[in-house]
Each structure stands twice: as structure tokens, then as C-alpha cells.
């Protein structure tokens, strides 16, 4: 079967260009443009949400929730390039998606069961019937629940088999009880083997318990995350599912993510001419406010959130400072770390620049001015702002956890491997070891330092080989499923 042409839908809650918080959109506006250059007929559906202004018209159909219809309108766009055409359809609906911002509402739980709803509602009205769909993260977890509840008995629907993505664990979709009713299932679902989770129902255990194949998106993540230490109450049912899990590495899009090419940067180059790199540094001080100067510049582009290290950063800022380099942060997140680092501002002015927002053409020029990149993650399923710094030579200094551990490769001094830096313990004091230890390479020497950037910039992270090893994923969640109907005829 490996060579066949695979129709593949791929459902995700935000997509690079349309909407994006964090990593998954990265993944979900690339990895199916990769997928279709590969020659599967791959097509993407996201919630249209109200920033999306894209999207022709292209049909609506009553979504049955909790006894009384919604509309589930359609509209439909392209991702298109010189080797791919991904179609991709908005579902549309006022109420729940005209919204300022993605998430974060009262109402989530309704939210997404809409969408789950309304994206299988759909695929007989696009006249589309995919041999997979690829499920990410809690908002599409009621979808293999779906298909293989309502839908099972489904002539339609009965042949599609799942694949369902943990981006991150930490996040389940936790509801009240009565979002059974909801659902449209019947107290007989909350039990512990299916969708209770400590006294309300979890959609990410939906994903986990139904789909016929789960992966995440790097192998050390796949194993941690069935630790107690890692799998946030839910390294039980991935035991469980062992046999059934993989660890697939994330890529990014290298067309995107090119400063060769880069139209957002302030100079372009490659590892041909890498020495160019510096003019993105003096533009980015510039930009930033900072005085232009030949010390080391250390950026973190990150959600403000507990998960990324941030306070191991601001628990060495004054060491850090000490050691007379300059540093940018482009994030936001929660309060409390938007206050740090605004009066970490104030504290070292001549050294800090701070950006709390979100802001895709910053992120780049900070990707290509940066020399070093910090990424002292607690956890991390893949991560992806290491793997962008790799791209544009900025050395990543990282806690080796989850993806950081598959990806980052410390460097030896002896042999002249590795492309970043990395250290072991969730310690502040081992953070600033290694940026001491990195510090020491950049000022000493510099022809060491120029080997780690080429080695950086060699890494390669583009999704093909990543890309085949989903396409084979999908093969075994279609053979999976396939083999469960015919046990039960
Ligand atoms: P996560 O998915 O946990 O947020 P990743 O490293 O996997 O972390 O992906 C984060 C993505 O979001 C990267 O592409 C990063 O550059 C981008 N990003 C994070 N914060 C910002 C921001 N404030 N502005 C622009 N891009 C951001």
C-alpha cells in the first residue's frame, strides 16, 4: 500500500498563516504542504476564526448539538506553492467562532464539540471521504470518539481510520460532567476507561483512548510522557497504549524559514556567506533600541508560560547581566512573567529589550540577529524556536527534555560536534554554567564558534523525512481500523 496516493484530512484548531498561538500552527501549515508534495491529496480544516478574512463560500448543513441545530457553514481556501495545493476549509459558524482571539472562553467545551461535529458533518457534502483523518491536540479529540460511536455502523465514515497528535499533554480540554450530554453520549461514558478523568470528562482522553494510532511529535517525548513525571496524569493510558504510540520529530518549513530568502530579515545570507549574518544583529539593535555593539546578543521568542524556563532565566538575569551581554525577549503569556521581565527592562536598560505581543516578522529578524537562542524548557514535546534558530545559525542553549534532547546536540570541543549547547537538571545554576560555557566559546574562539553555527545551519529540519514517517503512520491507523471492522462482521 506504501505507495498509493493518500486522501488524508488534517484537523487542527489553528493553522499557519490563518491562525496561529504556538507550535501546532507551524505543524499544521506545514507538514500537509509537505505531505502533498509527497503526492497525497492532503486537505486542512481549521475553525474560522474572526481575524481569518480569507475563505470563499462553499456550502452550509445543519450540525445537530445537544438536541437543536447549529449551521455549520464552509468556506474554502489554498495553500499553494511550485510543488503542492492544499485545500483548506474554514468551518464557520457566528456564535462560536466570531470571537477577538482563539481561545480562552467559557464556552470551549461547545466550542470545539461544534467544530469535531461540523468537520465529519462536512466530508460527504465536500464529497470528500479521506482514508485517514489526522486529529491534533484536545480540540479534535471528540472526532475519533465519533467515528468510532455514531459512526461506526457508517458505510460513509466506517473505512476512515485516525491518527491522533499530542503537541502538548499538558493541555486536555477538562469539562463538568454534563458535557456528556453535549457530546450526545450517555452516562455509560463516565467511567475511568472511557471519558471520566478525575470527576469531569477530558476530550484529550477522547483522542487518546479512540484513535486507532497516537503519536508526538519527538521520540523522548513519547517515552517521558509515559513517566509519572511527564505524563500529567496520563502516563497510565499511555502504557496502556504503548504498542499504538510513536514519537514523529517535528519539522518547519524551509521555504518559510529560509534567510537565504527571508524577505523579513534585514540582510539575507547562507552558510556561503554567513559572515552577512552580523547586519541582522546591528538592524535588530537598532530596531530594539539597544546600542550597537559587538556583545553577545541572547533572545528568547516564547509563550510566557510556566512550561518554557522562564523562571530559571529571570532567577540568573542579574549573572547573565553580569556577563555583559545584551538580551531580547518577543513573548507573551501570563501577567506575572509579562511584569518580570518589563521590570527586568527597567533594571538593565542599556541591555534588555522586551516585546510582549505576538509578532511572526519580529520573531524573524530576532531568529536572524540573535547569536544565541534560550530554551531552558521544564518540558517540551518538540519545540520548535531551536529548530528556526538552527536555520538561521543563532545557537540554541537548551535544557536537554523531550524534543530539545532530540534535536540539540552539545558541543564537544574536542571533536567539534554539536550544533547548540545543553545541560541536564532543571537547575538555574546549570542554565547559567552553559551560557557561561557558550559565552566562553563566542569571545575565545571565534573560529570554534563559526564551526557551531555551520553545524547549526547543516542540521537539517525540513519535514521530509518526518513527512514519509507520518505517510507510514497513517498506512498502519488505516490497517488498524480496517482490521477492527472486519473482527467485529
Ligand atoms: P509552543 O508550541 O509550546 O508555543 P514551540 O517552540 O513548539 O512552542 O513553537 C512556538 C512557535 O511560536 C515558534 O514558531 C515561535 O517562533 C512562535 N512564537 C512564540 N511566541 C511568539 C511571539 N510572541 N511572537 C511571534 N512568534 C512567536
Redesign the pocket.
Known amino acids: 500500500m506504501s505507495d498509493k496516493r493518500l486522501k488524508i484530512l488534517f484537523a487542527s484548531s489553528e493553522v499557519s498563516p490563518y491562525a496561529?498561538?504556538?507550535?501546532?500552527?507551524?505543524v499544521a501549515g506545514s507538514l500537509p504542504k509537505a505531505l502533498a508534495a509527497m503526492g497525497h491529496d492532503v486537505r486542512v480544516v481549521l475553525p474560522k476564526y474572526k481575524q481569518i478574512n480569507v475563505g470563499n463560500y462553499l456550502t452550509d448543513f445543519p450540525v445537530e448539538i445537544d438536541h437543536h441545530l447549529e449551521t455549520g457553514i464552509i468556506r474554502e481556501t489554498k495553500l499553494t506553492g511550485k510543488d503542492y495545493e492544499v485545500p483548506v476549509y474554514f468551518i464557520d459558524n457566528y456564535k462560536y467562532f466570531y470571537r477577538d482571539g482563539i481561545y480562552g472562553f467559557d464556552d470551549e467545551a461547545e466550542r470545539y464539540n461544534f467544530f469535531c461535529k461540523a468537520v465529519l458533518g462536512m466530508l460527504p457534502r465536500i464529497d470528500f471521504q479521506p482514508h485517514v483523518i489526522h486529529c491534533n491536540d484536545w480540540q479534535c479529540g471528540l472526532i475519533p470518539l465519533s467515528l468510532k460511536t455514531k459512526y461506526v455502523d457508517n458505510i460513509f465514515y466506517q473505512k476512515i481510520g485516525t491518527v491522533f497528535t499530542i503537541?502538548?499533554l499538558q493541555y486536555q480540554g477538562i469539562f463538568p460532567r454534563n458535557t456528556l450530554r453535549l457530546i450526545g453520549l450517555g452516562d455509560e461514558y463516565f467511567t475511568p476507561e472511557r471519558l471520566e478523568f478525575y470527576g469531569n470528562v477530558s476530550f484529550i482522553k477522547a483522542g487518546l483512548l479512540y484513535a486507532d494510532i497516537i503519536n508526538t511529535v519527538s521520540n523522548n517525548y513519547a517515552l517521558e510522557i509515559q513517566t509519572p513525571e511527564f505524563g500529567e496524569r496520563l502516563d497510565g493510558l499511555l502504557r496502556k497504549r504503548a504498542q499504538d504510540l510513536y514519537g514523529i520529530v517535528?519539522g518547519i518549513d524551509y521555504e518559510e524559514f529560509d534567510p537565504a530568502n527571508d524577505p523579513f530579515i534585514y540582510q539575507k545570507y547562507s552558510i556561503e556567506t554567513i559572515d552577512l549574518k552580523k547586519k541582522n544583529k546591528s538592524g535588530l539593535q537598532k530596531e530594539m533600541d539597544l546600542p550597537i555593539e559587538d556583545k553577545p546578543l541572547i533572545a528568547v521568542?516564547?509563550?510566557l508560560v510556566d512550561?518554557?524556563g522562564l523562571d530559571l532565566i529571570s532567577g540568573i538575569f542579574e549573572q547573565m547581566m553580569g556577563c555583559g551581554v545584551q538580551f531580547v525577549l518577543?513573548?507573551?503569556g501570563s501577567d506575572y512573567y509579562q511584569k518580570l521581565f518589563l521590570e527586568l527592562k527597567v533594571k538593565y536598560p542599556k541591555q534588555t529589550a522586551i516585546y510582549l505581543?505576538?509578532?511572526?516578522d519580529?520573531?524573524k529578524k530576532i531568529?536572524a540577529g540573535a547569536d544565541m537562542f534560550l530554551?531552558p524548557s521544564r518540558f517540551?514535546?518538540?519545540?520548535?524556536?531551536?529548530l528556526?534558530s538552527l536555520r538561521y545559525g543563532t545557537i540554541p542553549i537548551v535544557r536537554a527534555v523531550g524534543g530539545l534532547a532530540d534535536t540539540i546536540q552539545d558541543y564537544d570541543e574536542k571533536t567539534g560536534k554539536g550544533n547548540g549547547f545543553s545541560f541536564g537538571p532543571y537547575d538555574k545554576t546549570a542554565l547559567l554554567e552553559t551560557i557561561k560555557r557558550a559565552l566562553r566559546i563566542y569571545s575565545e574562539h571565534p573560529d570554534r564558534w563559526r564551526r557551531i553555527m555551520v553545524n547549526a545551519m547543516k542540521s537539517d529540519f525540513s519535514w521530509g523525512r518526518s513527512a514519509e514517517e507520518y505517510a507510514q503512520l497513517y498506512e498502519k491507523a488505516i490497517h488498524k481500523n480496517l482490521s477492527t471492522i472486519y473482527r467485529a462482521v
Open positions: 496561529k498561538t504556538g507550535g501546532l500552527a507551524d503537541h502538548n517535528n521568542v516564547s509563550r512550561q518554557k518577543l513573548g507573551t505581543g505576538f509578532n511572526p519580529l520573531a531568529y530554551m517540551e514535546p518538540c519545540g520548535l524556536g531551536q528556526v
